[in-house]
């Protein structure tokens, strides 16, 4: 059986305008965390000894800001814990100005094969409007580290729907991401969450955002530069080169196995849904005098595990395997749902190939609407 195993790091040297995510910037913190940290890796081990870990993911908050020889421990626990699968794909997040020559050479060292920057848009102008700590050059540096030291398997995390964002930003964001040679892409609109200093802004008509046609045709624009270079859209929001996929997210997406670690962290193991504590203060001193961190736990029943599968399948361009489907849960997708697949097939928005039922390109334009019709 294969496991995936998520770290996570709660910190970052300042918040961004438009993150929602729990997250502390209390850096002094850093070194009783990572402490804690391990000890909850060793320990949580016995649970996981019949499996295989096949991904590692390091997320945050802001992995690369945690000082020399954390990450190396990190990893080194689990190597050392856990079953690791010869061809493992471990993938750090980072900040382009967090990212040093010494800390790339470190991560490589200690077996990381992917990299995932934070870059949003290479507008300086953007950059300051959403909060972000870095410049676009402090990007273009950071690339240059990471290659240095050997890295190939590069991704860059970008934003559309920015505040005052113009299709020619997305072209000049998309235009270095080539030009530097990037294996990955992920593209991500923007959502205005409340309680963020950017949703105030916009609120108060200090900042605003770009109208949903303009953003749909950066988004369309997108999908056709991304094509033309030779990446391919696996995900409703991820592009890559051949055989640069990430493996983890995939994963996720086919609702496969994965425990996380650290304050904060979700899981989903053998149907049940678990998630630590999102307080770092509590998460150290309940580590330290061996009480639990669990702060969620839940089983979940048949019926929700099918109406997720669906979701997050279709979310992937490939689609829900209708075999291993109706293996699964011993419902024949096709036969349950006939009517309502037939209806959107014939309006272009679904299909189906080689045992797989998937969205077209028209469809993820409406996939919520696919989903709800699948599901209820």
């Not at 410049?135 to 690339?143: C, E, G, P, S």
């Not at 916009?202 to 988004?219: A, D, I, R, W, Y």
């Amino acid at each position: 059986m294969n496991l995936g195993i998520y770290v996570h790091i709660p910190f970052c040297v300042s918040k961004c305008l438009y993150c929602n995510f729990y997250s502390v910037t209390k850096l002094d913190l850093v070194n009783d965390y990572v402490l804690a940290l391990v000890k909850e890796i060793k320990r949580e081990s016995d649970k996981y000894k019949d499996y295989t870990i096949d991904t590692i993911f390091i997320g945050g908050g802001t992995p690369s800001v945690l000082p020399t020889g954390s990450i190396s421990s990190i990893i080194n626990t689990i190597k050392k814990h856990y079953k690791i699968a010869p061809n493992c794909e471990i993938t750090i997040e980072s900040n382009p100005n967090t990212i040093s020559y010494t800390n790339a050479l470190e991560w490589q060292n200690a077996g990381v094969n992917r990299v995932s920057v934070g870059l949003q848009s290479t507008s300086d102008r953007l950059l300051k409007k959403i909060g972000r700590a870095h410049t676009f050059n402090d990007f273009v540096l950071a690339i240059d580290n990471l290659k240095k030291v050997g890295f190939k398997n590069i991704n860059a995390d970008i934003m559309l729907g920015l505040p005052t964002q113009k299709q020619g930003d997305l072209r000049s964001t998309l235009k270095h991401c080539f030009r530097l040679g990037l294996t990955h892409l992920s593209a991500y609109t923007l959502i205005l969450e409340e309680e963020t200093p950017l949703y105030d802004l916009v609120k108060e008509g200090k900042l605003k955002l770009p109208s949903e046609g303009k953003t749909l045709n950066m988004f369309n624009y997108l999908l056709k530069q991304t094509g033309l270079c030779g990446y391919n859209r696996y995900e409703v929001s991820n592009f890559s080169l051949p055989n640069y996929e990430c493996k983890h997210n995939l994963n996720c997406w086919n609702m496969c196995d994965y425990v996380g670690f650290g304050c904060a962290s979700h899981s989903f193991v053998a149907g049940r849904r678990f998630a630590n504590i999102s307080n770092v203060q509590e998460y150290i001193a309940n580590i330290s005098s061996s009480k639990s961190v669990l702060e969620f736990e839940e089983q979940i029943e048949k019926n929700e595990l099918i109406e997720e599968t669906i979701m997050l399948g279709l979310r992937t361009t490939r689609g829900i395997n209708l075999t291993l489907f109706k293996e699964k849960f011993k419902v024949d997708l096709l036969k349950s749902k006939q009517k309502q697949i037939e209806n959107l097939t014939n309006l272009g928005l679904i299909n189906i190939k080689d045992d797989y039922l998937f969205a077209t390109t028209q469809g993820f334009y409406v996939l919520n609407q696919i989903i709800v019709d699948l599901v209820e």
